[in-house]
T-cell receptor, first 116, second 114 residues
Framework: GAVVSQHPSRVICKSGTSVKIECRSL??????MFWYRQFPKQSLMLMAT?????????EQGVEKDKFLINHASLTLSTLTVTSAHPEDSSFYIC????????????FGQGTRLTVV | GQQLNQSPQSMFIQEGEDVSMNCTSS?????WLWYKQDPGEGPVLLIA?????ELTSNGRLTAQFGITRKDSFLNISASIPSDVGIYFC??????????????FGKGTLLTVNP
């Protein structure tokens, strides 16, 4: 399958600081990438859809000023958690669609964010 | 909305047994995706289904796209310990124009006893 790389896999930050997570499609171009948040023992919750060259589309209840998304190229999307607080601690996962006609979303390895 | 009802929520089986899980929806989907997620990792795409009635295999895994387009099942034959994980079904929902977003089932936690 296609490869989506997410970095870092784990990060610990202090409350009030910002953290940037990168999502790269390594062997295909992705005009659309997705960012999810996952709580323990729960399914994936879509936070936003990231479109290359345009503003991201956020799901209801997700603060766009807190979770900044940039999709500057066809292979890279970034999620920045600004002014992080302990309640932002979670598992964040990105995905990208290979867009060969059929829906075919591939996921990154995920980032475990811990805010202390 | 278009929600996916996945069952069972969890399964405890012995190594070598076959496993079956399914997803249903009140809405029609034109694609069904099955993923496996290991602890601390992102989901890995196992099988993608695009046609009603389609039956697709990937090694010991077999999945079918229901003829009504409202359901799908995933079977695992002769389970082994490394099959342990959470299995999710997913389907795309149109979110505007040609864009879509995936909706997920709540997952099936599989435990395999050696």
């Amino acid at each position: 399958g296609a490869v989506v790389s997410q970095h870092p896999s784990r990060v610990i930050c202090k409350s009030g600081t910002s953290v940037k997570i990168e999502c790269r499609s390594l062997d295909f171009q992705a005009t659309t990438m997705f960012w999810y948040r996952q709580f323990p023992k729960q399914s994936l919750m879509l936070m936003a859809t990231s479109n290359e060259g345009s503003k991201a589309t956020y799901e209801q209840g997700v603060e766009k000023d807190k979770f900044l998304i940039n999709h500057a190229s066809l292979t890279l999307s970034t999620l920045t958690v600004t002014s992080a607080h302990p309640e932002d601690s979670s598992f964040y996962i990105c995905s990208a669609d290979r867009a060969r006609g059929n829906t075919e979303a591939f996921f990154g390895q995920g980032t475990r964010l811990t805010v202390v | 909305g278009q929600q996916l009802n996945q069952s069972p929520q969890s399964m405890f089986i012995q190594e070598g047994e076959d496993v079956s899980m399914n997803c249903t929806s009140s809405s029609i989907f034109n694609t069904w995706l099955w993923y496996k997620q290991d602890p601390g990792e992102g989901p890995v795409l196992l099988i993608a289904l695009y046609k009603a009635g389609e039956l697709t295999s990937n090694g010991r895994l077999t999945a079918q796209f229901g003829i009504t387009r409202k359901d799908s099942f995933l079977n695992i034959s002769a389970s082994i310990p490394s099959d342990v994980g959470i299995y999710f079904c997913a389907g795309p929902i149109v979110s505007g124009g040609s864009n879509y977003k995936l909706t997920f089932g709540k997952g099936t936690l599989l435990t395999v006893n050696p």
